[in-house]
């Protein structure tokens, strides 16, 4: 049973956008998939799941674009801070897992998208491996 009485909040950097997620993360993993790269301009996001119905936001509005065919990226239109991924193919949706207020609630599970991954990031050996997808 998942427990919504469990509450994490984020948001932006410059604080235009808050949102609140209930539950713990269905997942948290790291993509290293270059469209993630560019998304944000670092070597990978972190990433945490939540049921679109877990999550509201409660001050300013998201912004998307598409990045690619079915997936919407969220962020600030106004700083420009990740916060946001859906696809056609996901029933949930990813949220930054930086953009908590409490970063380290993420308990990252894998590496996804290792192909795409950059020579100069260390990774955790003690995390699932997956070339692309699980
Ligand atoms: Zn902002
Ligand atoms: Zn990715």
């Not at 950097?13 to 998304?39: D, K």
């Not at 409660?58 to 106004?78: K, W």
């Not at 930086?98 to 970063?103: G, H, K, Y």
């Amino acid at each position: 049973m998942h427990d919504t009485s469990i509450k994490h909040e984020g948001g932006c950097l410059c604080g235009a956008v808050r949102y609140t997620l209930h539950g713990a993360p269905t997942y948290s993993g790291h993509c290293h998939c270059r469209s993630c790269q560019r998304a944000i301009g670092a070597g990978f996001i972190t990433w945490v799941g939540v049921d679109p119905k877990n999550f509201h936001v409660t001050e300013g509005e998201i912004t998307f674009c598409a990045t690619s065919p079915g997936v919407q990226r969220g962020f600030c239109g106004r700083c420009g801070s990740s916060l946001t991924f859906a696809g056609d193919d996901w029933s949930d949706i990813g949220v930054t897992a930086a953009s908590l207020d409490d970063p380290g609630i993420a308990k990252p599970e894998s590496n996804v998208y290792l192909d795409h991954k950059q020579p100069w990031v260390v990774l955790d050996d003690s995390l699932r491996k997956y070339e692309k997808l699980p």
